[in-house]
């Protein structure tokens, strides 16, 4: 897994608790209107009020320095996964349906249900690869300098001649 904000490529895991942050900050609360679920919520406290040592200060601030020398980068990029997140939140719909209609069905149903998910399996396929693609279109041609960032392009670039 590749992160921007670890310079291993194990992720930290978020807290089981949201940590409360300095009260003149009240970035918990603000958070909280921005982000309702709890999950990602932790994780971002998490992060935020962990005190990083050296190396990861410096790995996220050359990272901040590519964002800053690129200045659309970073809304390309959260558009972009954002999409991704979106495919794989209506994948995971998709086959609920077709498990909730093969249970109701019975065994009638079962070549039509293998067959649906086969289908949305291979369209989810389908759009994935095209956000993929259209993120190594983003950052293949950029000159990044960041780790971080170089390593989620050179992951990326195999994408970028798949269409």
Same mark, same amino acid.
């Given at each position: 897994?590749? #992160? ?111 067959? #649906? ?47």
């Amino acid at each position: 897994m590749t #992160s921007i904000l670890y310079p291993t490529t194990e992720c930290k895991q978020a807290s089981k608790n949201p940590i409360g942050l300095s009260g003149a900050y009240m970035l918990d609360e603000a958070f909280l209107r921005i982000c309702p679920d709890t999950k990602k919520r932790a994780y971002f406290l998490n992060v935020v009020s962990e005190s990083p040592n050296a190396l990861t200060a410096t790995y996220r601030t050359e990272i901040l320095h590519d964002f800053n020398q690129e200045k659309n980068l970073n809304g390309k990029l959260q558009t972009l996964f954002q999409k991704l997140n979106e495919i794989l939140l209506d994948f995971e719909d998709g086959r609920k349906r077709i498990f909730t209609f093969d249970d109701k069905k019975g065994s009638d149903s079962s070549i039509f249900a293998s067959s #649906s998910r086969l289908n949305i399996t291979a369209l989810t396929l389908e759009q994935l690869l095209s956000v993929l693609h259209d993120i190594s279109a983003i950052l293949t041609p950029l000159k990044l300098r960041s780790d971080g960032l170089c390593v989620l392009q050179r992951r990326a670039e195999v994408f970028y001649n798949s269409k």
